[in-house]
């Protein structure tokens, strides 16, 4: 039994050298991955106001510009009107880091009551925050006849 011991514990040794050396590679490839920086989004603005309009002429138009300050490509996914009068359309091709991408907004107030509106598009990309909301507003006002 004296001779076994010994062997038993230089194998336990090299088994305990083998687990600690696979944990360490493990520790490094993941403080490697986390710290490549994801895609990330951020907008010139979250919110636009139209001002006052008339009923007249119900058709308005805003643009939203946007900036990939991250170190992976951006795609926007969706972006998401929370009503039928509001489109809006952005840039299809993923955003290299550091470059610039438009999302343009197009609110139709054509058969709407005049007043004061507010409306919320919700853009979905793949960047570390995946859900961004903006906001366009104003106030059409009655056509003056």
């Known amino acids: 039994m004296s001779n076994f011991a010994p062997k038993f ?5 090299i088994e305990m050298k083998k687990i600690f ?16 920086k994801e895609a990330e989004i951020k907008f010139d603005k ?4 139209f001002g006052t309009f008339s009923e007249s002429n119900p058709v308005v138009t805003c643009e939203f510009t946007y900036t990939n300050v991250g170190e992976k490509p951006l ?3 969706q972006a998401i009107a929370s009503c039928g009068c509001t489109v ?14 438009k999302l343009k907004v197009t609110y139709n107030g054509t058969g709407k009551f005049p007043g004061h509106f ?3 598009i919700t853009v979905v990309s793949n960047g570390t925050v995946e859900k961004t909301r903006l906001y366009i507003e104003g106030n059409m006002e009655e056509k003056k006849e």
């Not at 979250?46 to 106001?49: L, N, P, T, V």
């Open 9 to 13: 514990n230089q194998l336990k040794g």
């Open 21 to 36: 050396f696979i944990t360490m590679l493990l520790v490094c490839g993941m403080t490697t991955a986390m710290a490549q």
């Open 46 to 49: 979250i919110s636009h106001d």
């Open 75 to 77: 795609i926007i996914n």
């Open 88 to 101: 809006p359309e952005y840039t299809k091709e993923p955003v290299k880091p550091g470059a610039k991408g």
């Open 118 to 120: 507010k409306k919320s």
